[in-house]
């Protein structure tokens, strides 16, 4: 729309002068679609280009130019229609500087050449208009004004009875709900244009009735908008609407005729006792919050600047424990040596193929072994059953037969390494005096029934358990596996001497102590790997060599070459001699070389020297790196982290763990099956999760009850004995709910001996079927909603914790239910037997290259498919959120954990054997895991975090964990089979605790005290009000109180905010999700009145009654569903990319009153949402009403819609009352509109009427809103009343500042009989305010309910959102503040209040 063209005038003054000329009786509107002033002008030059024909006719001129110029340059709407208008430069005082260069001209032209004595429309006269009321945003509301105010100063100059200025802003504030998505509604245009008519017309046309009827289907904002989403009463204009470009419910409104007829029915207004004398009122003055201030939310504590001190205490303590003897080497001989060995953990270092080394003086261990051997005791080596021990030189042994006999296999912890997802951890190794037998250090060989002297069943192998050292793989590489449990001979010769060149490189394998499980974990490495034939000569060291102990010593002495000095200097591989033969045989210490080309030639060595790949896995940096991003993907999805795409993959490791615990536990049981109880075998594997996931649960429910996020009890119950992933109604709402994955491991525990009978023998063909058809199956998310035409992203209609429709449980069960995930393990498990068969042809094969070559690329491209699906938006599976946890990715984790284990007989692979470097990293992802949450609970900084150091703060913790609490605590469980039993039971009975612990006493909130006395008559006092399920739930607010005869009946509000981020989508595009909750519950309690007390309360101070309030847990929906899952609204802040999602979980504001005898309670809520979610635009607060409610709960209540509102606008304080034992609402003070409620919830809008002291507020502060507040209560006490000495009811509204978010409260009297117009209102009452506890706000307070009992009058109310309170005053002592000249003692509101809005006050 730019200024028109003389070529495009000339057109439009050629369309005016075809316009037909108005016949007798006829009014002709022409309207020009004038955008911009510049196109008024040519509308007024295209009148005069018509001549007399137009000029001596009589005329008027409306002009309303103002719209485009705010959509374009206040709010900077892309599809301004004028060019450069909306850049993003302009200023908005510049931007109205523009706007007055184009109007005033235009003013100036229309009075002195239109609108003027003996001009065109001198008869009828000129209208200027404002902008129309379109009831924006109140952060907008000051940029129309900025425009208004503009319009009404250009007319200023030329105002004249002829030139006039219409306010249609002020008119469409005062009638606010006549708006329909910015437009008005035919009621509101008729009433503007009755207005314009009225300064038109002679008085003499005026209609003699006085009350405006409007008669038409739509005429209605609230009827409109009702109409909206179908349009079924226009259906022309909906048939013909798809030929613009949409329908839009105010078109098809303004297509149906609505007419305005002036009648004289209708009460008269009751003016009896009214007072008009000007409002006087007074905002709160506190300063507002700073912007952007965030409120501690979720956490036990929040200071910000200060996340690197957990990260350094956390990251140092782990460091500290893991370096300790390293660290205490100087303050060695400072100290008493039992002190030190009691107190000095060995530090794990790593050593060739990632085996625990440990870094202590060799002469140290010498002498713990010679103590060992000598302190062992009977009846210590009894406490292991079947165990003996044996002196093997300067090392101690400890024998027990194998699965043929009474203990244990070796794979019993082969598999607890991994342990389903995650390893056990080491603990610091002990010596103490006479430590018992299974503390020992172990490693496992083989040896003859004779020699242990034991009697085990025929041709049983025994397992010996050796300390302190193991063999290398190298060595052990090259026996057979038949040999490893062989007997053992005395004597083993090698066929070179090679071999003690390579004792150069050996590294002292020394277990930590920890659990049997743990033990086990060695002796089964030990097993496969580290040992050949042991020579009982030597202490478990030389590999069965016949050398002489002389030998060994004058060899070992000797100066090694340069590479040699490489591995006897490194940290990683000290020099067995030192650590294994007695003190008197120790090396010198050689000349350490360059380090860099000695750590060449050790990778050139370890390459040309491959061992096999075997069965110990080098998955330790794998699981440690997968843990991470599972932490890195949770802190992503709470919104707190940088927006980076692959963070939000975490998720997707969760599968992986299950097909990792199905492969490493098959493997095991293809190598050595064992017969054992289901029962038994889930205890012996609960080893490895339980124990450290129970202590997390101690923190996590202190945590909770201190944070007041208690689960129900039976959750807790059910977490307690690992099965709240077995109901998908407990899952999402446990305590450390991301371990849910550890519940269903115990399912596939249980089923893994019947699965492992089905799997063992299948052949090829078979395995690589059905791995094909798993691979296949997590498809049937995408595949089945494709077909049935549904949405991809149907599962997002669930929300994290619903659990109320089908919807729900079944989307939970697909996230989380065991079932859900049992195709993954059972994947596991075949890609084990998959690797064996593949093994089994290798070794067959003539061409072993063409299986070991491809095996080096495996694990490198399942990685590389991972990485480009974590980084490439382009390849994101569809409904990804579900398909990639079930897992569709499963095809590149296979590939990731087969190329890692590689082929048993062949080569490991580089990827693998640069892996295996770092497999001690495997001791701590467990904890990092468990313990993510917890973390989070103590970090300090709110909102956006420092995600390095967070992770330095999870894994420092998860170390420290690992080191000094997970390995003792699973010591305790292996070591008490029969205690471990009792500890699910134990930690129930802890949960029951923390729930029913009894709360300690209120503290005392100096912002809220407890009592206030204004003087004899008033007081303000916090009501004993007791929530029957702790205050832990949340705080309570908004009261009401209803009163019939002898009953009192109290509502009040719970409310807690909960505030968490997370990372999701707005318009395509990735961005921060904020979810405020507002866990809000509506709570209802009924006690006997006592009469004589409540007209006391003034005076004594003391309240009358004390009740306890129950959550309305029995409210039903109209479809007979719980009360929950409501409508969440959105606004998007462009600022910080973030959408803020207002949830609230109930109803809200309740107000109870007595109905024909029975308790009714009307309360405002978000919708519930239906099948099909919340229709758009709905997601407003709306009214309802229950009748009949049972206060003890004995049967259910429906809710029911009060649809007299609008669907699409904020419905709320509404103010109930009965007239006539019928139920009326009051829907809003001013214009003072009342309903009258149906007992379906059907109402009538049936009487509105304004009250002049308002009007006139609302017109001076066109940022304030008058909003009811609370229940209308019959007065007919003309004694106590002497200022409205006649029946009347008594009710209260607020006016809220839009602008400053602050409130004022006034009571006010209307009429007992329709039109129930307003009478009086009084002084501002005082109430104590207080700021929010959760959000940064001015302090508040907010009018609940009303009660009157005899002449005592109390006003309820909420203090900020921290107490329930009352105002209690006297009936006279209220009269007294609704004098038209109040001068009351006591009272702190006066006639000269002032309204303090933006730093600048001005007299009301």
């Known amino acids: 729309a730019p200024p028109h063209s003389e070529a495009c005038s000339a057109l439009i003054y050629d369309a005016v002068g075809k316009a037909p000329a108005a016949g007798e009786g006829e009014t002709r509107i022409t309207l020009f679609s004038a955008q911009f002033w510049d196109h008024a002008q040519t509308a007024m030059g295209a009148v005069t280009a018509q001549g007399l024909t137009w000029l001596e006719t009589k005329m008027s001129f409306l002009v309303q130019i103002s719209t485009w110029d705010i959509y374009c340059a206040g709010m900077k709407v892309t599809w301004c229609p004028r060019e450069g208008l909306n850049d993003e430069s302009l200023s908005l005082p510049a931007a109205v500087e523009l706007f007055n260069d184009a109007m005033i001209p235009v003013v ?301 296999p070796p794979q019993a912890d082969e598999e607890a390494k991994a342990s389903g997802d995650f390893v056990t951890s080491p603990a610091p190794m002990e010596r103490p005096e006479a430590p018992p037998a299974q503390e020992m250090p172990t490693m496992m060989m083989g040896n003859s029934p004779a020699k242990s002297g034991g009697s085990p069943a025929a041709g049983a192998a025994e397992k010996v358990e050796c300390s302190p050292i193991s063999m290398p793989p190298e060595i052990a590489e090259e026996r057979p596996s038949s040999e ?71 060899k070992l002495s000797a100066t090694p070459s340069a590479c040699d000095a490489c591995d006897v200097n490194d940290k990683n591989q000290e020099i067995l001699a030192e650590d294994c033969l007695p003190e008197t045989a120790i090396a010198a210490e050689p000349k350490k070389p360059n380090a860099i080309v000695c750590q060449a030639q050790r990778l050139k060595r370890a390459w040309d020297g491959r061992r096999k790949a075997g069965d110990k896995f080098p998955l330790g940096l794998a699981r440690f790196c997968a843990s991470l991003h599972v932490v890195i993907g949770h802190v992503y999805a709470k919104g707190i982290t940088d927006k980076v795409y692959w963070f939000g993959w975490g998720f997707t490791w969760v599968p992986w763990f299950f097909m990792l615990s199905g492969f490493v536990l098959f493997n095991a049981h293809l190598k050595r099956p064992k017969e054992e109880g289901i029962f038994d075998y889930v205890l012996r594997r609960s080893v490895s999760i339980y124990p450290l996931y129970a202590f997390s649960l101690l923190p996590a429910v202190v945590t909770a009850r201190y944070l007041g996020h208690m689960p129900p009890l039976n959750v807790l119950i059910a977490q307690s004995f690992l099965v709240q992933a077995w109901w998908p109604g407990w899952t999402e709402l446990s305590l450390q709910s991301h371990c849910w994955f550890l519940s269903a491991m115990v399912v596939y525990w249980l089923l893994f001996k019947p699965l492992s009978r089905c799997l063992q023998n299948l052949g090829f063909i078979s395995t690589i079927s059905m791995m094909t058809a798993l691979f296949a199956l997590p498809w049937l998310v995408i595949w089945v909603p494709m077909l049935i035409d549904e949405p991809l992203k149907w599962y997002s209609a669930h929300s994290w914790g619903q659990t109320s429709t089908a919807l729900d449980l079944f989307v939970v069960a697909l996230k989380f239910h065991p079932a859900c995930y049992l195709h993954v393990f059972v994947l596991g498990m075949l890609l084990a037997k998959l690797r064996l068969l593949l093994d089994g042809q290798a070794k067959k094969s003539s061409r072993p290259w063409l299986y070991t070559f491809p095996m080096e690329f495996v694990a490198p491209l399942g990685y590389l498919g991972l990485i480009l699906v974590f980084t490439q938006e382009p390849l ?10 079930l897992s569709v990715l499963l095809p590149f984790q296979a590939m990731v954990l087969l190329g890692l284990a590689g082929l048993p007989n062949m080569p490991v692979g580089a990827a693998a054997l640069f892996a295996s470097q770092f497999n001690f990293f495997e001791n701590y992802s467990y904890a990092v895991y468990v313990f993510q949450f917890i973390c989070y609970s103590f970090w300090p900084e709110r909102g956006h975090i420092d995600l390095g150091l967070f992770l330095i703060f999870c894994v420092g913790t998860a170390f420290t964990l690992s080191i000094l609490v997970q390995g003792r605590i699973q010591k305790w469980w292996s070591s008490h089979p029969k205690a471990r039993l009792a500890v699910p039971f134990v930690m129930s009975a802890i949960m029951i605790a923390a729930v029913y612990w009894p709360e300690g006493e209120k503290p005392v909130d100096p912002e809220v005290p407890t009592l206030v006395r204004h003087d004899p008559r008033m007081i303000d006092v916090e009501l004993p009000l007791v929530d029957s399920e702790g205050s832990s739930m949340g705080l309570l607010m908004n009261p009401s109180f209803a009163v019939n005869e002898s009953r009192l009946v109290v509502t009040a509000r719970r409310h807690k905010l909960e505030v968490s981020f997370r990372n999701g989508w707005y318009n395509w595009s990735a961005a921060t999700i ?54 969440t609204p959105e606004e998007y802040d462009a600022t910080n990319n973030t959408v803020i999602r207002h949830v609230v979980t109930g109803p809200e504001d309740a107000k109870a009153f007595f109905h024909n005898g029975n308790v009714s309670v009307s309360f405002d809520s978000f919708p519930p949402n239906g099948q099909e979610g919340c229709a758009m ?101 003309t004694n106590s009343t002497p200022n409205l000495a006649r029946p009347h009811y008594l009710a209260a509204f607020h006016i809220y500042d839009t602008r400053n978010k602050t409130y004022a409260h006034f009571a006010y009297r209307f009429a007992h009989q329709p039109p129930f117009n307003v009478l009086q209102v009084s002084s501002q009452l005082d109430l104590v305010e207080a700021r929010a506890t959760d959000t940064p706000s001015k302090p508040f307070a907010f009018v609940s309910g009303l009660a009157l009992v005899n002449d005592t009058v109390a006003i309820a109310y909420g203090s900020g959102d921290r107490a329930a309170r009352a105002l209690v005053m006297t009936l006279p002592r209220l009269d007294d503040m609704f004098a038209c000249e109040p001068d009351v003692a006591g009272s702190n509101s006066t006639n000269t209040s002032t309204v303090d809005g933006d730093d600048d006050s001005a007299s009301s």
């Open 876 to 885: 994101r599976p569809w409904a990804f959120k579900l398909s990639a946890r």
């Open 1074 to 1127: 904020q979810d405020q909750t507002w866990v809000s519950s509506v709570l209802l309690g009924e006690t006997v009145l006592d009469g004589a007390a409540w007209n006391a309360w003034p005076t004594s101070g003391v309240s009358p009654f004390e009740v306890t309030l129950t959550p309305w847990y029995w409210l039903r929906t109209e479809t007979d569903q719980r009360w929950r899952h409501l409508c």
């Open 484 to 554: 490893v449990n062989a007997t053992v001979p005395t004597k083993t010769k090698l066929d070179t001497e090679a071999r003690c060149d390579e004792l150069l490189s050996v590294s002292v394998d020394v277990p930590p102590a920890a659990s049997d499980s743990q033990e086990d974990v060695k002796l089964g490495e030990a097993a496969e790997e580290n040992l050949g034939s042991q020579s009982p000569g030597l202490p478990c060291l030389l590999g069965g060599k016949d050398v002489h102990p002389d030998d060994t010593k004058e």
């Open 108 to 408: 100036e032209d229309l009075a002195a050449n239109y609108c003027a004595e003996g001009k065109p429309a001198a008869a009828l006269g000129c209208n200027i208009l404002t902008s129309t009321f379109q009831n924006p945003a109140a952060s907008r509301i000051p940029m129309y004004e900025e425009y208004n105010d503009a319009i009404r100063a250009a007319h200023a100059a030329h105002a004249s009875d002829i030139l006039r200025l219409l306010d249609v802003w002020v008119m469409g504030q005062a009638m606010p709900d006549e708006n329909i998505l910015g437009h008005g509604s035919p009621m509101l245009n008729l009433w503007n244009w009755q207005v314009m008519l009225s300064g038109m017309c002679a008085a003499d046309y005026a209609a003699e009735g006085t009350v405006a009827k409007f008669e038409g289907e739509l005429c209605t904002g609230a009827e409109a908008k009702r109409n909206a989403e179908h349009m079924m009463k226009c259906p022309v204009y909906k048939e013909e609407c798809p030929n613009t470009w949409r329908c839009e419910p105010w078109e098809c409104a303004n297509s149906l005729p609505c007419v305005l007829v002036a009648v004289k029915s209708g009460p008269p207004k009751d003016v009896e006792g009214m007072c008009q004398e000007s409002l006087t009122f007074e905002m709160a003055s506190a300063t507002s919050a700073s912007h952007g201030e965030q409120a501690c939310h979720n956490a036990l504590y929040c200071v910000s600047g200060i996340e690197w001190v957990p990260a350094l205490v956390a990251g140092g303590l782990a460091l500290i424990l893991l370096w300790y003897p390293t660290l205490l080497g100087p303050f060695k001989k400072l100290m008493p040596k039992r002190l030190f060995r009691k107190a000095a953990p060995a530090a794990k270092v790593q050593a060739d193929e990632s085996k625990a080394a440990v870094a202590v003086e060799p002469r140290e261990v010498a002498v713990a072994a010679k103590e060992y051997k000598t302190e062992m005791t009977s009846a210590e080596t009894a406490d292991r059953g079947d165990t003996r021990s044996h002196t093997l030189g300067t090392g101690t042994c400890t024998a027990g037969t194998d699965e043929s006999g009474a203990s244990e």
């Open 1177 to 1277: 635009g709905q997601d407003v607060p709306q009214m309802y009403m229950s009748r009949n409610v049972a206060v003890d709960g004995d049967e259910f209540n429906v809710g029911k819609h009060l649809e007299c509102g609008a669907d699409d606008a904020p419905e709320k304080n509404w103010i109930p009352f009965e007239y006539e034992s019928e139920t009326y609402m009051v829907y809003r003070p001013e214009p003072q509109q009342v309903l009258k409620i149906a007992e379906d919830g059907t109402c009538q809008n049936l009487y509105s009427s304004s009250f002049e002291p308002l009007a006139k507020l609302l017109s001076a502060y066109p940022q304030a809103e008058i909003r009811g507040s609370g229940q209308a209560v019959f007065v007919n006490a």
